[in-house]
């Protein structure tokens, strides 16, 4: 199956020259492009790309900003005319970072790139279909350096985002494990954990307290007293969760 890419770009002439140099990648299929951040999130959002590509400096807001702005990024290769933004492009977790005009050669690295984690999380998810979501009881091993543990999830609490790296916080042990929030999700019982925002998720069962936040959101305080915001789009969900 192709994998559905869009290209976010404030220049035509790049979204057609990109275009061009993708014609060579027959498994990657352009759905659709956006000249500005607005426009890109609105078509990420309904067409629900694996990868895009996407340039830096546009009107308005910039590409990071358009990030900022998902509640689920797609894979992300960057796309621009300036070099100084590279390092906070990978602090993103980019999977690549193009400099205009983009070199074939450079462009077969980024998708063989593609290739590799997409072919890793659709071994992920085919295994996960068979094991159906993990429960409150089941344990897992979590291992950082040359620290390993044994847990349950029901004494995880907190899920953190932290580049290509989850943080996982139970006890007073916070290790981080070569996950995205994304893959994590797929797996986890949606009754018991919350994609909180962007970079969170959360153990509703370790809720300590409940408070309205800036901008329609929600501020929630877990036990082992970490204070998560509960993003505007879903405090609606977990409103809905949460009542009778």
């Known amino acids: 199956m192709p994998l559905k890419a869009i290209i976010v770009d404030d220049e035509r002439l ?3 020259e990109l275009k061009k140099l993708l ?3 027959p498994d990657i299929d352009i759905v659709d492009e956006a000249a500005n ?9 309904s067409q629900n790309p694996d990868i895009i590509f ?3 400096q546009m009107p308005g807001k910039t590409g990071f ?6 509640e689920k990024a797609p894979h992300v290769i960057f796309t621009t005319a300036y070099d100084e933004y590279a390092l906070k492009a990978f602090e993103v977790n980019a999977l690549d970072y193009l400099l205009k005009p983009i070199e074939p050669k450079r462009l077969a690295d980024a998708v063989h790139k593609l290739n590799d984690e997409i072919s890793k999380e659709r071994i992920g998810i085919s295994g996960n279909n068979n094991r159906g979501p993990l429960t409150e009881i089941d344990q897992v091993f979590v291992k950082d350096g040359e620290r390993c543990w044994f847990v349950k999830l029901n004494e995880i609490r907190l899920f953190e985002s932290v580049g290509n790296y989850a943080k ?5 042990n916070k290790p981080l494990i070569l996950k995205s929030l994304n893959s994590l999700e797929e797996r986890l ?7 909180a925002n962007r970079k969170h998720i959360i ?3 370790w809720i300590e307290k409940i408070e309205p936040y800036f901008n329609g959101g929600l501020l929630v305080e877990l036990k082992g007293g970490e204070k998560i915001e509960v993003s505007r789009r879903q405090t609606v969900k977990f409103k809905e969760m949460m009542s009778f």
């Open 14 to 16: 790049a979204r057609t």
């Open 23 to 25: 014609q060579a990648y």
């Open 37 to 45: 951040a607005d426009e890109g999130v609105e078509k990420i959002e």
């Open 54 to 56: 996407l340039d830096i």
């Open 65 to 70: 900003d358009m990030l900022s702005d998902l």
């Open 168 to 172: 996982v916080f139970f006890g007073n």
């Open 189 to 195: 019982d949606d009754r018991v954990f919350f994609r």
């Open 203 to 205: 153990n509703l069962r």
